[in-house]
Every structure is written in C-alpha cells, then in structure tokens.
C-alpha cells in the first residue's frame, strides 16, 4: 500500500500549519476559524489512520524520520512510532476533532485563539508520543504546556487562573527535573547524544539511574498524576472547559505513563525493576484513594476527576508489573482511560451546559427528562467501570493478571479498586438518573442535540468495539511491550516475573 | 610587530564614537523647534559599524594591536554584533518614549553611542588597564542615560545610585588590577596568564585576593548577589528605554570581560575562584527570584529578574572553558533580545509620560493591544525558560554546561529557581489575556520604531528558540580565540 512520506512529520505539521492559518484568519470570523480548526484536526485524523495500516505488528520503531538539528551537542530531530506509542497518537488525533466539534457552541468568546490553542496542543501531544530524542521530547513536552495553560486560564469556570497557575507550575516542576537528569545522562552515558534509542544500549552505572530514574519518574509521576502528586488535578479538571478537560484526561494524562515506558524504564532498567515495588504500591493506594474520594464528591466534574487517579493507578501498576501482559494491559488501559473518562467530561459539560451547574444533588429523575443522554451515560459508565464487554474490562484484566507474577497481595488490593469504582460511578448513576424528576429545573431538559450525539457516539462505539475486539488493538501493542520487557530483564540475573508471551487477550474479551 | 599599526580592530568603535559627536553636532545646528535627525544618524551610524565588525569577521584572524590592549578576535566580533544589533533596537525603541516623556534631545542618542564605544572596546581589552578605561567609558555615559528624565526625581535618583555604586565597584576592579599586577608585573591578559602558570606558592594568596576583587568588581556590574543591590532602584528610576538598553547590552558586555578575564586571564587559578562563583551564583539565583515574587512594579520585577538571569549565566562559568563560552555567549543573545523586548513593550506602551507600573495596569492588554500582548508573552516565556524559544535553548546550555564542569547542584539550582520565575512571570500573562480590562485605556498605540524593534525581537528569540544550531555554532567558534 502506497504511504504518505514523513507521514509523522506531516501529523505535526498539520496541526502547526492549521493554528497558523487560524491565526491569520480575521477576527471576526469565528465560525471560519471553527471550521478551520475541525478540518484541520479531521484531516489529522485521517492521515494518522495511515499510520495503522502500514504499521507491522513487530517491535521496534516505524516510520522513523532523523534530521541533525543540533550536531554539536549529538541532538536530532528524530521521530517514529513504536506498538507503546501509534494507539496514543490515533487517541490524540480522534479525541482533538472531537473536542472541537463538542465546544462549537459552548465557547463564545475569543473563539479564533481558542482553536488556535487547541490545534497548537494537538501538535505538541503528538510531538511527545513521537520524539525519539530526549531534547526534542522535552520541548514538546514543555511546549504543551503554554496552550493547556491558556485553555485552562482563559475559557475555565471560576477559580481557573487558581487553575491554570496550579497546573503550570507542579508540571513545569516536575519536568524541570527530568531536564536535569537528562543533562546528567548525557554527560554520565559516554555516548554523546540525546537520541533514546541510543542510549537505551548502553544504560549508565546503576548507582547513578536510580537518582536519574527519580529526577524523571516525579515528571512523569506529576502527570500521571500518581498519589501523592495529584492534587493539581482535581483543581485543574474541574476548573478546565469541557474541551481542556477532555484532553488532559484524555490525553495528556497518558504521557506520565508513556513517558515511564518510553524514558524512565529503559533508559534506567536496573533502577526501574529495583523500585518497581515503590510505584507499585503507590499505584495500588492511588486506586484505593482515588476511589474512595470519588465515592464521596458532590461535584460530578469531581467525581470524575478523582476517579481518573484511580483508573490511573491501575495503569501505574501495571506499568511497575514489568511483565508483557501487564505493560499491554496498561497501554490498552490508557486508550480506555482516554475514551471512557473522555466521554464522561463531555458528557457532565453538557450536562453543565443545559443547567450550569454540577453538584450531583441539584439532579435526580433525569432518565425521564434525557433518555438518550441517559443511554449513553450508561454506557460509558459500564465502561468506566468495567463491565465485561466494554474496553474498561479487557485493560483492567490484563493488568490485574500481568501484576499477579509481581505481587498477588497488591493485586487484591487493586481489586477493591475495581468493586468501589463500581459503587461510586453506579451511586452517582443512581442519584442522577433514577428517582423521580423532583427539581422543577431539570423538567424539560432538552435531550442530545445531533451535534452532541455525533461526539458522542464515535466514542461510546469504540468503547464496545474495543471490549469486544481487543486483540485488533493489543496485537500491535504487544511485540513492543514483549521488547521493553526483555530489555529490562536482560540487565538483572533474575527472570522475568510472568514469562514473557502471547497475552490471553482474546480469550479475555471472548 | 607588524600589526602595531593595524587600527582595523578599532574601526568599530571609531565608528560609533565619531557617530556620537556627529549626532551632538547636528542636535546643536538644528534650529529650535525643529527635530534633529538623531534616530536616522545613529542607525546609520551603528550599521556602518556593524558592517566593519562583519568585514573583519570574514577577514583574517587578527591578532593584539596598539601594544596588545586591543584584538578583534572571534569572542570580541562576536559580541561587538550583539552590542550593536542590541543599541539599534534600543534607537528604535527610544523616539516614541522619549516623546511621549518629553525628553527627547540629541544628547540621548549621543550618550547611547558613547557607551556603546565602551562596550565595544570592553569586550576587545587583552589588558586590564584598557579594559578599566573601556568599563569607564561605558558606565559614565550610562549614569547620563539614567539620568536623563531630568524632571524626574526617581530618574536623578537611579543616575546618582549608579554613580556610587559604579565608582565603587570601579575602585575594587582597580584594587584587583592592582594585586594581579603586584603578583605578575603585567595588566596584559596573556603575560598574567604565563606568569601565574610560573608563579610560586608565596604569590598564591596575593593572586587570589586580586581575583576575589576583580570578581566583586564585576559582579557589581553583571548585578550579582550580593553586589546587586543598585539594580531595582536604577532599573526603576531610568527611562524604561535605558533600562532596556542597560540590562540588554551591559551584561553582554561585562559578561564578555569576564569570560576574558577569568576563563583566559586567570584560568590557572579557576580551582580558587570556581567555588567562588558557583557560591555566588547559587545566592543570585536565589535572591533574585525570591525577591522577584514579591516585587508589584513590573520594572523592578524585571529587575531582579535580570539579577536571576545573572545568576543563572554565572552557574556555567565553572564549566570547562570551551563550553562555558558557547553556553554564554548563546545565552546573551537569547537573553538580549528577549531583555529588550520586556522593556521595550513596557515601553512601547508610553503615552503623555504615563506607562504601565504593574502587572495590574496590564490586565485585558490581550484585547486591547493582541499583537502587543502576544510579543510579551513570548519574551516572558523566553525569559521562564520553556521551548520553544531561545531562552530555553540558553537555559539548558547553561545548566549543561554547570552539569559538565561536575556541578549538578548548580543546574538543580538553576531549574528549581526557574520555576519559582514562572510565578511572578505568568502572573503577567495573566493579567494580559485572563482578567479583564480595568477602566478606560490610558496607553498609547505601538510608535511604528519600536514596533519593528519589537518584531525583530519576538523573531530572534523564536528562530533561535528553534533552529539554535548557527548561533550555537558561531558561539563556539568565537570562543576558540580564548583557549
């Protein structure tokens, strides 16, 4: 099959050149910029959707593009994709249209920057799950930042400069860190470059990884964000417009977790397996935390804040498994994460859209009043919890099953996880949807408009796709999963936790 | 000896300094009430010798003239351009303020070139002595720029400070000239290098008490901690366009020095000093920062910000000297253009002798001044550090080369630091595009100048922020005239 070249380079350039033609459109002409913005990012879409079809389902990096950028310093423009990161890209591309359609009419002022921003963040997300040079990383990285910043600050709810301020600096933090360390591993690794694959060769002494491992694993731990770090997030999912919002569960989120599989683990292998036990406990508390304040917010933005430090957590755990079937489980898991937890941000925005506000109590019998939204909350809530059949199910299993080998005591706590999550998001359901339509406010509450349910469906259809043909995913996740996980255990005399194999993902969604 | 007549490495500086009288001249045949053509003079002026500094870069290397004070290596060609890219703006920036401040007079345009004579001749001195007169040069037409808002008591006050303190600091860099010349019977750079590399352990205390008062000498001028305390209230009194050219030029010169006096001049004693300056940088860093948080009017903000910056280009001097060189010297150009650009939007923004004092008279500025307000950002996310612009680029080349001279904690430093700036940073970014607009708009429109001057700026730090490599490499290229 014929394939676009520098396909990967295009699908940064393509937001890129969108924001500029955004930009230089007039100010006046908000719907132009909209439509702009939505052509741009669905034209991202469907280039990304060449990466899977050419992609082959064996390990290593794909479509790779390399450019001397800085020489001096062995720093190039380096790019391709790999089985951990081409699900992540397509989940950016597929939710950034989404996101754009889902906020035509909520945002009203200042639309044109609006796209702008979000076009801008496109590129950068996708800049981070294709850097494979640490320089270039970092800047995509970094860069990030200023439009989530702005998407925050300018378009959130009432405390959002609290917010956006918040969300800046415990990242900018976090990253700043990881720069340090990076610049020790240059110097430290003898091999004079920032490129990744590189310096994965040739670790550096493991008395030195496990500070470098720490100066990246906070970065990436911020982001996640992993229990202790996740105070950002409740302050900035709540505060973010539904679009923000989205994508920092969606999207960004991921890249704490992608940043561990992709930097911290092989670059530090010795360090990573040695405090493998650290991030898996507090991964396991997170699930247990997150979950257990969900249970208890008023606030359905909230809930679905918190619940994300638990879902989270389970991808932290199985990230810390260091076994193929749990790095693929947590893979899958982020992808879930990103869609189910996606569409519930869209979901209570237009909820909050309809009646402007969010406490859970302020609702009750809305089942009447909004059948389809109903039907589709449902869904996603399955999903969210889940529930086999939905995509939630296949990730959790997988995980559960690749941390057993690690540490089964951890994996019944983790479980709990699982049973309170159901508790939480079907109390939730119970207190919004069932009982009698009692506020005289939500009578008459317009159903999904068709634009709304052409945001939505394209996610509530993936959530069954994905729980019912998982290995259509997971194949392509798996042989770079088996790598990473042979890389590591090749620098210790211990075997491998869970032998490293075909994952029972098929079975598990059969 | 056949070069002791070569006057080419001066043609620069002749240039601008015959610039300078021309301009007096002309301001005093103008008759009354009709305006002098300063501006076009002294952008003729500059680019002529922007144009000389460029010709002898392409020709060869030239080695020290008039008895060794002087050379125009590659370090000097390469900051002698900076100089005077960073005054043209400076000129384009100043008419629109200096109307609206009614002040606007030849003798600013001429003093501006005459302390650009000393720049350019501070950062070509192979000898101490001609590098003091040069350092004079500069600092007194300077106290004549910051005072020039005569009218102004915060103006006369910032002139007579950096008096002081600048004498002050002048008489400790003579003291330390003093004490290196006792120990090595020379003020020439290269013969104090060759002396010391002989020199008996008797000399040692004598060499580093010297290189103690030299470096308090020019931390004074490169506003470090604890040799700082001038900067706000000069920064603040001055005209904002001064300031602008002040912070932006001064510390590409002095740095300029610095790295001639200590990575070649005193390069043998760089296990005494290295601590020395790494302890310095550490409380510049910190200082600066901290008290920037808690700063209101945006000048003195930019101040101690430009104390931090300081810091941060003090932490890659211990450094190997090959990668202390490049890491500066990229990080002066980053932190010029974007420098400038912070003051001169401030600036740019001055109507009947009013200007935005704090973050505050900022707020809504994204929907009044789009364009204004877009420019600023990027300067003061330059200034934070974050890519994709040019300070960032700076920053981890600094911090990379700390890393590399074995200093980790001073990159620790450094970063950490960097994000407490992102406070007081953002909260300009703020005010401009997330709080509304408070009253009526007091400020003028953009004056055409600087809005080119402003352009250029927003241009370099972008493009060097993302295609980093000529200048980094020029950088380095420059820097092998030292080792």
């Given at each position: 099959m014929p394939h676009i070249p520098h396909l990967v380079s295009l699908l940064v350039a393509l937001p890129l050149a969108g924001a500029l033609v955004v930009a230089l459109t007039p100010r006046a002409a908000e719907t132009l910029a909209k439509r702009v913005g939505l052509g741009v990012s669905f034209a991202t879409f469907l280039a990304s959707l060449q990466l899977v079809s050419g992609f082959k389902d064996v390990a290593g990096y794909q479509f790779e593009e390399r450019l001397a950028w800085i020489p001096s310093w062995g720093i190039s423009y380096h790019v391709g994709v790999d089985g951990l990161s081409l699900w992540l890209v397509i989940l950016t591309t597929f939710l950034t249209p989404l996101c754009l359609l889902g906020s035509w009419s909520q945002i009203h002022s200042r639309v044109r920057e609006f796209v702008l921003f979000m076009l801008l963040l496109e590129a950068g997300m996708i800049g981070v799950f294709v850097a494979l040079d640490l320089f270039l990383f970092y800047v995509f990285w970094e860069a990030m930042l200023i439009p989530m910043y702005f998407l925050i600050g300018i378009w959130g709810h009432e405390r959002r400069i609290y917010a956006a301020v918040k969300f800046f600096l415990y990242t900018f933090a976090g990253s700043v860190l990881m720069l340090v360390a990076f610049l020790v591993l240059y110097r430290a690794s003898g091999a004079w470059t920032f490129d990744i694959p590189a310096l994965v060769v040739s670790p550096v002494a493991p008395a030195l990884q496990t500070w470098l491992f720490l100066g990246c694993a906070v970065a990436f731990a911020i982001?996640?964000?992993?229990?202790?770090?996740?105070?950002?997030?409740?302050?900035?999912?709540?505060?973010?417009?539904?679009?923000?919002?989205?994508?920092?569960?969606?999207?960004?989120?991921?890249?704490?977790?992608?940043?561990?599989?992709?930097?911290?683990?092989?670059?530090?292998?010795?360090?990573?397996?040695?405090?493998?036990?650290?991030?898996?406990?507090?991964?396991?508390?997170?699930?247990?935390?997150?979950?257990?304040?969900?249970?208890?917010?008023?606030?359905?933005?909230?809930?679905?804040?918190?619940?994300?430090?638990?879902?989270?957590?389970?991808?932290?755990?199985?990230?810390?498994?260091?076994?193929?079937?749990?790095?693929?489980g947590a893979v899958y898991q982020m992808l879930n994460h990103g869609i189910s937890t996606g569409a519930l941000f869209f979901l209570v925005g237009m909820l909050y859209d309809r009646r402007h506000t969010r406490l859970i109590s302020e609702f009750g019998g809305l089942r009447q009043a909004m059948p389809w939204y109903f039907a589709l909350f449902l869904l996603i809530s399955l999903s969210s919890i889940a529930v086999p059949g939905t995509n939630g199910f296949v990730g959790e299993f997988l995980i559960l099953l690749g941390a057993w080998g690690f540490s089964p005591r951890l994996v019944a706590f983790a479980s709990l996880g699982v049973i309170l999550a159901a508790a939480y998001v079907l109390w939730m359901v119970k207190r919004v949807?069932?009982?009698?339509?009692?506020?005289?406010?939500?009578?008459?509450?317009?159903?999904?408009?068709?634009?709304e349910v052409a945001?939505?469906?394209?996610?509530?259809?993936?959530?069954?796709?994905?729980?019912?043909?998982?290995?259509?995913?997971?194949?392509?996740?798996?042989?770079?999963?088996?790598?990473?996980?042979?890389?590591?255990?090749?620098?210790?005399?211990?075997?491998?936790?869970?032998?490293?194999?075909?994952?029972?993902?098929?079975?598990?969604?059969? | 000896m056949n070069q002791l007549l070569d006057l080419r490495p001066v043609v620069p500086a002749a240039i601008v300094a015959l610039t300078g009288v021309v301009v007096l001249l002309a301001q005093a045949f103008t008759p009354r009430g009709e305006r002098a053509p300063s501006v076009a003079l002294s952008l003729a002026g500059l680019l002529g010798a922007l144009v000389s500094v460029l010709l002898l870069a392409s020709g060869p290397a030239r080695g020290a003239v008039l008895a060794g004070a002087l050379a125009a290596d590659g370090l000097a060609l390469f900051l002698q351009a900076v100089i005077l890219v960073v005054a043209m703006l400076s000129v384009l920036l100043s008419p629109g303020y200096l109307q609206s401040s009614g002040i606007e007079r030849g003798e600013h345009y001429a003093l501006l070139l005459f302390s650009v004579v000393g720049m350019l001749g501070l950062v070509s001195s192979l000898e101490l002595v001609s590098m003091f007169v040069a350092l004079e040069i500069m600092s007194v037409a300077l106290y004549g720029l910051a005072g020039f808002d005569r009218t102004r008591p915060e103006s006369q006050e910032s002139a007579l400070k950096y008096f002081v303190t600048g004498s002050f600091a002048s008489a400790f860099l003579l003291y330390g000239i003093a004490l290196v010349y006792g120990v090595t019977g020379s003020t020439s750079l290269e013969r104090v290098t060759r002396a010391l590399g002989v020199a008996g352990p008797d000399a040692l205390p004598l060499a580093v008490l010297g290189t103690a008062l030299l470096l308090v000498g020019f931390g004074f001028k490169v506003a470090s901690v604890p040799f700082h305390m001038w900067t706000p209230d000069v920064y603040e009194g001055a005209p904002t366009t001064v300031t602008a050219f002040m912070s932006a030029g001064v510390k590409a010169a002095a740095f300029g020095a610095l790295l001639r006096v200590f990575d070649a001049g005193l390069v043998s004693l760089a296990g005494h000093w290295q601590p020395l300056v790494a302890a310095l940088a550490i409380v510049t860093m910190l200082v600066g920062n901290f008290a920037a948080l808690a700063q209101t009017s945006l000048k003195r903000l930019l101040a101690y910000s430009s104390i931090a910056h300081a810091g941060y280009l003090m932490s890659a001097l211990v450094a190997p000297p090959a990668l202390a060189v490049e890491a500066i010297l990229f990080y002066l150009v980053a932190y010029a253009a974007v420098n400038l650009g912070a003051f001169g939007a401030i600036a740019a923004l001055a109507r009947d002798g009013r200007e935005p004092l704090s973050a505050a008279d900022l707020a809504g500025l994204s929907e009044r001044r789009p364009l204004l307000a877009a420019a600023l950002s990027v300067f003061l996310v330059s200034l934070t550090g974050i890519p994709v612009t040019a300070g960032f680029v700076g920053k981890f080349y600094l911090f990379g080369a700390a890393v590399a001279g074995g200093w980790v904690a001073l990159a620790l430093v450094g970063v950490l630091t960097s994000v407490v700036s992102a406070y007081y940073y953002l909260r300009i970014v703020v005010a401009m595009y997330m709080e509304a607009p408070l009253g009526e708009d007091r400020f003028g429109r953009v004056p055409p100048a600087a809005a080119l001057a402003l352009t250029l700026s927003v241009m370099t730090t972008l493009a060097f922020g993302i295609w980093p490599a000529p200048v980094l490499s020029l950088a380095r290229f420059a820097g092998r005239s030292l080792l």
């Amino acid at each position: 099959m014929p394939h676009i070249p520098h396909l990967v380079s295009l699908l940064v350039a393509l937001p890129l050149a969108g924001a500029l033609v955004v930009a230089l459109t007039p100010r006046a002409a908000e719907t132009l910029a909209k439509r702009v913005g939505l052509g741009v990012s669905f034209a991202t879409f469907l280039a990304s959707l060449q990466l899977v079809s050419g992609f082959k389902d064996v390990a290593g990096y794909q479509f790779e593009e390399r450019l001397a950028w800085i020489p001096s310093w062995g720093i190039s423009y380096h790019v391709g994709v790999d089985g951990l990161s081409l699900w992540l890209v397509i989940l950016t591309t597929f939710l950034t249209p989404l996101c754009l359609l889902g906020s035509w009419s909520q945002i009203h002022s200042r639309v044109r920057e609006f796209v702008l921003f979000m076009l801008l963040l496109e590129a950068g997300m996708i800049g981070v799950f294709v850097a494979l040079d640490l320089f270039l990383f970092y800047v995509f990285w970094e860069a990030m930042l200023i439009p989530m910043y702005f998407l925050i600050g300018i378009w959130g709810h009432e405390r959002r400069i609290y917010a956006a301020v918040k969300f800046f600096l415990y990242t900018f933090a976090g990253s700043v860190l990881m720069l340090v360390a990076f610049l020790v591993l240059y110097r430290a690794s003898g091999a004079w470059t920032f490129d990744i694959p590189a310096l994965v060769v040739s670790p550096v002494a493991p008395a030195l990884q496990t500070w470098l491992f720490l100066g990246c694993a906070v970065a990436f731990a911020i982001k996640v964000p992993m229990f202790p770090f996740h105070t950002w997030l409740p302050d900035a999912h709540v505060e973010a417009p539904t679009a923000g919002s989205v994508i920092l569960a969606g999207v960004l989120l991921k890249m704490g977790g992608y940043g561990f599989l992709r930097l911290a683990i092989p670059l530090f292998p010795d360090a990573a397996q040695r405090l493998a036990p650290l991030v898996a406990v507090l991964a396991v508390v997170g699930i247990v935390y997150g979950a257990l304040v969900s249970l208890v917010q008023p606030d359905l933005k909230k809930l679905v804040a918190y619940s994300s430090v638990s879902h989270l957590g389970f991808v932290m755990l199985g990230i810390a498994a260091l076994s193929t079937i749990g790095v693929t489980g947590a893979v899958y898991q982020m992808l879930n994460h990103g869609i189910s937890t996606g569409a519930l941000f869209f979901l209570v925005g237009m909820l909050y859209d309809r009646r402007h506000t969010r406490l859970i109590s302020e609702f009750g019998g809305l089942r009447q009043a909004m059948p389809w939204y109903f039907a589709l909350f449902l869904l996603i809530s399955l999903s969210s919890i889940a529930v086999p059949g939905t995509n939630g199910f296949v990730g959790e299993f997988l995980i559960l099953l690749g941390a057993w080998g690690f540490s089964p005591r951890l994996v019944a706590f983790a479980s709990l996880g699982v049973i309170l999550a159901a508790a939480y998001v079907l109390w939730m359901v119970k207190r919004v949807f069932y009982g009698e339509l009692k506020n005289p406010k939500n009578q008459g509450l317009p159903d999904l408009s068709p634009r709304e349910v052409a945001v939505l469906l394209p996610l509530v259809a993936l959530a069954i796709l994905m729980g019912v043909l998982s290995p259509l995913f997971t194949r392509r996740i798996e042989p770079a999963a088996d790598a990473l996980v042979r890389q590591v255990h090749q620098h210790t005399l211990k075997a491998p936790a869970v032998a490293p194999g075909s994952t029972p993902a098929g079975e598990a969604s059969r | 000896m056949n070069q002791l007549l070569d006057l080419r490495p001066v043609v620069p500086a002749a240039i601008v300094a015959l610039t300078g009288v021309v301009v007096l001249l002309a301001q005093a045949f103008t008759p009354r009430g009709e305006r002098a053509p300063s501006v076009a003079l002294s952008l003729a002026g500059l680019l002529g010798a922007l144009v000389s500094v460029l010709l002898l870069a392409s020709g060869p290397a030239r080695g020290a003239v008039l008895a060794g004070a002087l050379a125009a290596d590659g370090l000097a060609l390469f900051l002698q351009a900076v100089i005077l890219v960073v005054a043209m703006l400076s000129v384009l920036l100043s008419p629109g303020y200096l109307q609206s401040s009614g002040i606007e007079r030849g003798e600013h345009y001429a003093l501006l070139l005459f302390s650009v004579v000393g720049m350019l001749g501070l950062v070509s001195s192979l000898e101490l002595v001609s590098m003091f007169v040069a350092l004079e040069i500069m600092s007194v037409a300077l106290y004549g720029l910051a005072g020039f808002d005569r009218t102004r008591p915060e103006s006369q006050e910032s002139a007579l400070k950096y008096f002081v303190t600048g004498s002050f600091a002048s008489a400790f860099l003579l003291y330390g000239i003093a004490l290196v010349y006792g120990v090595t019977g020379s003020t020439s750079l290269e013969r104090v290098t060759r002396a010391l590399g002989v020199a008996g352990p008797d000399a040692l205390p004598l060499a580093v008490l010297g290189t103690a008062l030299l470096l308090v000498g020019f931390g004074f001028k490169v506003a470090s901690v604890p040799f700082h305390m001038w900067t706000p209230d000069v920064y603040e009194g001055a005209p904002t366009t001064v300031t602008a050219f002040m912070s932006a030029g001064v510390k590409a010169a002095a740095f300029g020095a610095l790295l001639r006096v200590f990575d070649a001049g005193l390069v043998s004693l760089a296990g005494h000093w290295q601590p020395l300056v790494a302890a310095l940088a550490i409380v510049t860093m910190l200082v600066g920062n901290f008290a920037a948080l808690a700063q209101t009017s945006l000048k003195r903000l930019l101040a101690y910000s430009s104390i931090a910056h300081a810091g941060y280009l003090m932490s890659a001097l211990v450094a190997p000297p090959a990668l202390a060189v490049e890491a500066i010297l990229f990080y002066l150009v980053a932190y010029a253009a974007v420098n400038l650009g912070a003051f001169g939007a401030i600036a740019a923004l001055a109507r009947d002798g009013r200007e935005p004092l704090s973050a505050a008279d900022l707020a809504g500025l994204s929907e009044r001044r789009p364009l204004l307000a877009a420019a600023l950002s990027v300067f003061l996310v330059s200034l934070t550090g974050i890519p994709v612009t040019a300070g960032f680029v700076g920053k981890f080349y600094l911090f990379g080369a700390a890393v590399a001279g074995g200093w980790v904690a001073l990159a620790l430093v450094g970063v950490l630091t960097s994000v407490v700036s992102a406070y007081y940073y953002l909260r300009i970014v703020v005010a401009m595009y997330m709080e509304a607009p408070l009253g009526e708009d007091r400020f003028g429109r953009v004056p055409p100048a600087a809005a080119l001057a402003l352009t250029l700026s927003v241009m370099t730090t972008l493009a060097f922020g993302i295609w980093p490599a000529p200048v980094l490499s020029l950088a380095r290229f420059a820097g092998r005239s030292l080792l």
